[in-house]
C-alpha cells in the first residue's frame, strides 16, 4: 500500500471505478488499464497528455448536488480559461455503492497543473493519461 492519507476502501474504490467519457462515441478510463478510444480522443485534440478530474465532494465528502454543481462550474472556468479541449464525464463505482459523480476528461494539461488543481478543489486523486492513454491512478494526499 501507498504512503497516504486515503483509506484503503476508498483506493479499492478508486481503482475499480467506471470514467465514462461522453465523446462520441462515449468510452470508459479505468486506471491501471491503457485506452485505444482515450488514445483517438488525444490525437483529435491534439494532446500528448489528459487528467479525468472531478470537482464534486472534496476529499470524498458527498456535498448536496447544488454545491457540487457551483464546484464543477468553477472548475469548467479554469479548464476554458486555459482554452484546454475537454469532455464530460461520470465516474462510476463498479458496485454502484455511490451516487455517479460528475467530472471532466481534460486535455492538454501537464501532470503538475492537474495534480495542483485537484490540490486545489480538494481532491484525494485523479487519472492521468500519457500518449500511450495508460490511465494512472494520481495520489494527491
Given at each position: 500500500m501507498p504512503n497516504t492519507a486515503i483509506a484503503p476502501e476508498l483506493l479499492t474504490a478508486y481503482l475499480t471505478t467506471r470514467y465514462t467519457v461522453?465523446?462520441?462515441?462515449?468510452?470508459?478510463?479505468?486506471?491501471?488499464?491503457?485506452?485505444?478510444?482515450?488514445n483517438r480522443w488525444m490525437a483529435r485534440h491534439c494532446c500528448h497528455s489528459a487528467a479525468y478530474i472531478t470537482a464534486c465532494n472534496p476529499y470524498s465528502q458527498p456535498l448536496d448536488d447544488t454545491a457540487n454543481a457551483v464546484r464543477q462550474r468553477q472548475l469548467v472556468q479554469w479548464i476554458e480559461?486555459?482554452?484546454?479541449?475537454?469532455?464530460?464525464?461520470?465516474?462510476?463505482?463498479?458496485?454502484?455503492?455511490?451516487?455517479?459523480?460528475?467530472s471532466y476528461l481534460v486535455g492538454g494539461v501537464s501532470l503538475q497543473d492537474a495534480q495542483t488543481l485537484g490540490q486545489q478543489?480538494?481532491?484525494?486523486?485523479?487519472?492521468?493519461?500519457?500518449?500511450?492513454?495508460?490511465?494512472?491512478?494520481?495520489?494527491?494526499?
Amino acid at each position: 500500500m501507498p504512503n497516504t492519507a486515503i483509506a484503503p476502501e476508498l483506493l479499492t474504490a478508486y481503482l475499480t471505478t467506471r470514467y465514462t467519457v461522453q465523446a462520441t462515441p462515449p468510452f470508459v478510463v479505468m486506471a491501471g488499464q491503457a485506452n485505444p478510444e482515450l488514445n483517438r480522443w488525444m490525437a483529435r485534440h491534439c494532446c500528448h497528455s489528459a487528467a479525468y478530474i472531478t470537482a464534486c465532494n472534496p476529499y470524498s465528502q458527498p456535498l448536496d448536488d447544488t454545491a457540487n454543481a457551483v464546484r464543477q462550474r468553477q472548475l469548467v472556468q479554469w479548464i476554458e480559461a486555459r482554452g484546454l479541449p475537454y469532455a464530460q464525464g461520470t465516474g462510476e463505482s463498479s458496485d454502484g455503492s455511490w451516487k455517479p459523480e460528475p467530472s471532466y476528461l481534460v486535455g492538454g494539461v501537464s501532470l503538475q497543473d492537474a495534480q495542483t488543481l485537484g490540490q486545489q478543489l480538494a481532491q484525494n486523486a485523479l487519472i492521468w493519461c500519457e500518449e500511450n492513454a495508460f490511465a494512472r491512478l494520481i495520489l494527491l494526499r
